[in-house]
């Protein structure tokens, strides 16, 4: 059974959290996400280790420090975070241990480790060293078996944090007992990762709205010439979206009105996209994953905007998207607060909806039992 830290009694709290964060964003949305989970163990007065991640380095990468996130997390908590550039971690437990309570650290880049990305079970029992409980609010990152999300739980009482626990109950809500009608609009890059989103709904969605890669992909398999545009290649995921591509509900942007620009498809076009807002205008449920088209330039946005105010004009429905170049995207345009839930994970957001049990949510149902 998952532990929340909503909760959770004070003394299961008291002490020093061990805090799994995602600030792998060019921006602080998912920063500012979790903060009332720090709020809440500093009201308890704990003391607070935060351990995240950026990027895929190859061994330590200045690019990619975590060094700038500390006077970022500043501001938003209005408390000191002292930044630790390095992983002695007997020296890192002395100096928590000594600190008062309330104290905020922020480790370094945790995969500049090599055993982060391998869950290394060593790796793990160093973190768990530094702390008294263990609090993952990475939703993002919970998709992966890594050593801070997983092989850690096994080391500490361990809870879900607020922010997770949003996604958790937000997220089951549209598996479960989503309204109808059901509308899924999957853009982006692969067709691939979207498959188990699709199969799993395949009976509970109404409408499916393919624009991006996964569209390219599906006309290329219908016989249209795409050019050079992004599609997918795999043959196995070719067969599995060969037989998508028979699905009587879905909808593709019109060949023939797609945006083109040097052999490539770039947006869905106005057709598509008037044909999309009709589906949205009456769904009870709306799920979208991935952009039309290239939202980088303006002149390749036009998709991605009608679907985002189509879907703030419909407000019977109960929205969902995520993934940070949606939700960017979304912010930008001042669309974000229309939505009635965003998620701070992408990959994860799609593997939760599609069925799946997510490593990380799965190991804190194992986690040893708090205090």
Not at 303 to 316: E, F, M, P, Q, Y
């Amino acid at each position: 059974m998952i532990r929340f830290l909503s909760k959770a009694n004070r003394v299961q709290l008291q002490g020093t959290a061990l805090l799994r964060l995602d600030f792998n964003t060019r921006d602080d949305w998912r920063m500012r996400a979790v903060t009332p989970t720090i709020q809440l163990l500093l009201k308890r007065h704990a003391k607070i280790v935060i351990v995240s991640h950026r990027g895929r380095p190859n061994g330590v990468d200045k690019n990619l420090s975590l060094r700038k996130d500390a006077p970022m997390l500043r501001r938003l908590i209005k408390t000191p975070v002292r930044f630790i550039d390095h992983f002695r971690f007997a020296e890192i437990k002395k100096m928590v241990a000594s600190a008062p309570a309330g104290s905020v650290f922020l480790l370094e880049n945790l995969r500049f480790l090599k055993g982060e990305e391998e869950n290394d079970a060593g790796l793990a029992r160093h973190l768990a060293s530094l702390a008294d409980f263990y609090v993952n609010d990475a939703f993002a990152v919970s998709h992966r078996a890594d050593a801070s999300v997983v092989a850690v739980t096994k080391f500490l009482p361990s809870f879900a944090g607020l922010e997770m626990e949003r996604e958790i109950v937000s997220l089951g809500r549209v598996i479960t007992h989503p309204k109808k009608p059901v509308v899924l609009i999957l853009g982006g890059a692969k067709a691939g990762d979207k498959l188990g989103v699709i199969q799993y709904f395949k009976n509970k969605a109404d409408w499916f709205l393919l624009g991006g890669g996964p569209a390219n992909t599906i006309l290329f398999l219908d016989g249209v010439d795409v050019g050079q545009s992004l599609r997918d290649s795999d043959p196995r995921d070719l067969k599995a979206l060969a037989r998508i591509a028979r699905f009587k509900n879905l909808v593709l942007p019109n060949p023939s009105g797609v945006v083109w620009k040097d052999d490539v498809i770039l947006d869905i076009g106005a057709k598509a996209a008037a044909a999309f807002k009709k589906k949205i205008a009456i769904a009870g449920t709306i799920i979208w994953s991935g952009p039309m088209g290239l939202i980088e330039k303006p002149a390749y946005a036009h998709g991605s905007l009608a679907v985002a105010r189509a879907i703030a004009r419909n407000r019977r429905a109960f929205s969902v998207t995520g993934g940070g170049e949606t939700v960017s995207f979304l912010k930008k345009h001042k669309l974000d607060t229309k939505f009635g839930f965003i998620s701070t994970g992408g990959g994860a957001m799609v593997d939760f909806l599609a069925g799946e049990k997510l490593p990380g949510i799965a190991a804190l149902a194992k986690a040893p039992a708090a205090r």
